[in-house]
């Protein structure tokens, strides 16, 4: 049985690096209007990034998302957006896990990667400085036995002299347990706690929206999109995403530089 989707009610969810805005910062004019339409008319309009909170609020505020949710951390944070508060937002739900045994592999491993382990809020403590433009926030330099001492909701493992398929070889090889990973398009590697992504925060904010589950849509280009767009009643890929990120995809619309998400955006506002 097919259900009638109206634009009130579903609720769609946005990666935004290669998905909503291009890799140089830049959000269209037409992304813009059809997010202002879509929230207009009643929709639940949801960033949902790996950024940090720190870089995910600021682009939900140029939007003119001041209210409702968004998803950090490739969903280890959720955070309420409501202009009245400190910051404009509040963090409602927050997932961590011990860094230390993943990290002590991986520092084996790789030991002339750069290490950093998310500060919620304010940025990163890094073993040292990543290049500039590649963090969002403050960075602390601590050294390695600090960093692994606290409890995080994401941790990023970047190291230039490797490519994205031989971190996902080491992964493999190495085996990381307890946590959620995702290899970016360069030698980045996140971490987030286990059996947590994107897909999973959304669930409970479905669920804390009571929005039915035919009312989902998710749009996203990377491999820390699979779970949220196998979430998604209806999952489309950029038209420039991975193989795998497509075959977990029920469609796939354009690439970054052809604006594919307008299309997907028209279309949610053409059913209402």
Same mark, same amino acid.
Request: with cysteine.
């Given at each position: 049985?097919?259900?009638?989707?109206?634009? #009130?009610?579903?609720?769609?969810?946005?990666?935004?690096?290669?998905?909503?805005?291009?890799?140089?910062?830049?959000?269209? +004019?037409?992304?813009?209007?059809?997010?202002?339409?879509?929230?207009?008319?009643?929709?639940?309009? $949801?960033?949902?990034?790996?950024?940090?909170? /720190?870089?995910?609020?600021?682009?939900?505020?140029?939007?003119?998302?001041?209210?409702?949710?968004?998803?950090?951390?490739?969903?280890? $944070? =959720?955070? &309420?957006? +409501?202009?009245?508060?400190?910051?404009?937002?509040? !963090?409602?739900?927050?997932?961590?896990?011990?860094?230390?045994?993943?990290?002590?592999?991986?520092?084996?491993?790789?030991?002339?990667?750069?290490?950093?382990?998310?500060? @919620?809020?304010?940025?990163?403590?890094?073993?040292?400085?990543?290049?500039?433009?590649? @963090?969002?926030?403050?960075?602390?330099?601590? +050294?390695?036995?600090?960093?692994?001492?606290?409890? #995080?909701?994401? !941790?990023?493992?970047?190291?230039?002299?490797?490519?994205?398929?031989?971190? /996902?070889?080491? $992964? &493999?090889?190495?085996?990381?347990?307890? $946590?959620?990973?995702?290899?970016?398009?360069?030698?980045?590697?996140?971490?987030?706690?286990?059996? !947590?992504?994107?897909?999973?925060?959304?669930?409970? *904010?479905?669920?804390?929206?009571?929005?039915?589950?035919?009312? =989902?849509?998710?749009?996203?280009?990377?491999?820390?999109?699979?779970?949220? *767009?196998?979430?998604?009643?209806?999952?489309?890929?950029?038209?420039?995403?991975?193989?795998?990120? /497509?075959?977990?995809?029920?469609?796939?619309?354009? =690439?970054?530089?052809? +604006?594919?998400?307008?299309?997907?955006? &028209?279309?949610?506002? #053409?059913?209402?």
């Amino acid at each position: 049985m097919t259900h009638p989707r109206t634009v #009130a009610g579903t609720l769609v969810a946005l990666d935004v690096d290669g998905t909503l805005m291009t890799y140089d910062g830049v959000i269209s +004019d037409a992304v813009r209007e059809s997010i202002t339409a879509l929230r207009d008319g009643g929709a639940h309009v $949801v960033l949902a990034t790996g950024r940090g909170v /720190r870089a995910t609020v600021p682009v939900a505020h140029d939007l003119g998302l001041t209210t409702g949710w968004a998803i950090s951390s490739n969903g280890a $944070v =959720t955070v &309420r957006l +409501d202009p009245e508060l400190d910051d404009g937002y509040e !963090v409602t739900r927050l997932t961590t896990f011990d860094p230390e045994p993943a990290l002590r592999v991986l520092q084996m491993e790789l030991p002339d990667a750069f290490f950093a382990v998310e500060d @919620l809020g304010r940025g990163f403590q890094v073993t040292r400085p990543f290049p500039e433009g590649e @963090l969002t926030g403050d960075q602390r330099v601590c +050294d390695f036995e600090e960093l692994v001492s606290r409890p #995080a909701t994401r !941790v990023v493992v970047r190291d230039p002299g490797r490519t994205p398929e031989e971190f /996902r070889e080491l $992964v &493999r090889r190495v085996g990381l347990h307890q $946590v959620s990973y995702a290899v970016g398009w360069s030698a980045w590697l996140d971490l987030t706690p286990g059996g !947590v992504n994107k897909g999973s925060a959304l669930e409970d *904010l479905r669920r804390d929206l009571g929005v039915e589950p035919f009312a =989902t849509v998710a749009v996203g280009d990377g491999s820390n999109d699979v779970e949220m *767009l196998d979430w998604a009643a209806r999952g489309v890929a950029m038209g420039h995403a991975g193989d795998d990120v /497509r075959a977990a995809a029920d469609e796939v619309t354009g =690439t970054i530089e052809d +604006d594919g998400l307008v299309d997907v955006l &028209r279309s949610v506002l #053409a059913e209402g």
